[in-house]
């Protein structure tokens, strides 16, 4: 149970750090093809309410990018269903505009190389939608807008999905939001998720761990500090020796220096020391 705890709270943290990572990429990357998609409306004198697909260099191939420009009523009164996205009716820009477009996103192949979820692996491409200012398809700038669903979901729905029915309680749909951060939701049915905004969306599922990996682990922790608990005890007792070695040498320096005579009184035999008394000298230099 602790061990998973530390996995999950490890995936969290790692999944924070590795999309802050990835923001300035994944914008520049959005930036580009919302760049192509308004092209796409400037080239086909687009009508109202028809999606049109995006040409892309060849370098990205693999992507696929289209776009709709929509009355803001139209949105009110009937949502969007396009490209695998239902907006829900009762949906207002925000800021509002009279008009607005919408630039759907499939990264296709490209998706693991600018979205990753540590811990899990992504079943599907990911797939997303931005919401932009049409008013006036002329100007240099493009402001981008959010929605406002009135608390209704909207409804994404991956087609080309491999999750089956048995997986559905382990999977989790990985939302990125525009603002680079990443949420894990829970899926209630098959290849189908929720959102309240815009953003990019996988479903994804956790990577299987090969088993007994984490006892290896936990079997090398132990014993490395048992090896550091050994090597302490080992030089304390070096310690120890050589201390009680240096004391042993000092004592019997101390016997060898100090020698005295014995003496017999009684019948015991007793240390004696040799007396050696000053000479008398006299204040002329001779002898008494």
């Known amino acids: 149970m602790t061990w998973n705890f ?10 924070q750090f590795v999309h802050s990572l990835n923001n300035n990429t994944t914008d520049s990357l959005d930036t580009c093809l919302q760049d192509f998609a308004f092209r796409t409306l400037i080239r086909h004198r687009p009508h109202t309410g028809n999606l049109y697909n995006a040409m892309l260099p060849e370098n990205l191939s693999g992507m696929s990018v289209s776009i ?28 509002h ?32 939608f931005k919401v932009f ?14 929605l406002n669903t009135m608390g209704k979901p909207i409804v ?9 029915d048995g997986m559905v309680s382990k999977a989790r749909c990985a939302i990125f939001s525009s603002n680079g951060t990443l949420h894990l939701g829970e899926i209630t049915s098959a290849n189908v998720c929720f959102s309240q905004d815009q953003g990019h969306f996988s479903i994804v599922v956790p990577l299987k761990r090969k088993r007994g990996q984490w006892k290896l682990w936990a079997i090398g922790i132990v014993l490395g500090i048992c090896g550091f608990i050994l090597i302490g005890y080992v030089v304390i007792a070096s310690v120890k020796v050589m201390k ?6 000092m004592e019997k320096q101390a016997d060898e220096d100090l020698v005295l005579d014995t003496i017999w009184v009684g019948r015991s035999k007793m240390p004696s020391a040799t007396v050696t008394r000053t000479q008398p000298t006299l204040e002329d230099g001779g002898l008494p």
């Open 6 to 15: 530390m996995c999950l709270i490890l995936s969290l943290f790692l999944s």
């Open 68 to 95: 709709v420009r929509l009355r803001s009523r139209r949105l009110w009164n009937r949502g969007a269903n396009f490209c695998n996205f239902h907006i829900p009716s009762r949906t207002i820009p925000v800021p």
């Open 97 to 128: 505009v009279k008009r607005l477009a919408l630039v759907y996103h499939d990264f296709g192949n490209w998706s693991s190389h600018y979205y990753t979820v540590p811990g899990y692996s992504m079943i599907t491409p990911v797939i997303g």
């Open 133 to 146: 200012d049409a008013s006036n398809m002329m100007s240099r700038s493009v402001k981008k807008l959010s």
């Open 156 to 164: 994404i729905r991956f087609s080309n999905s491999t999750l089956s």
């Open 244 to 249: 009680a070695k240096k004391i042993q040498v």
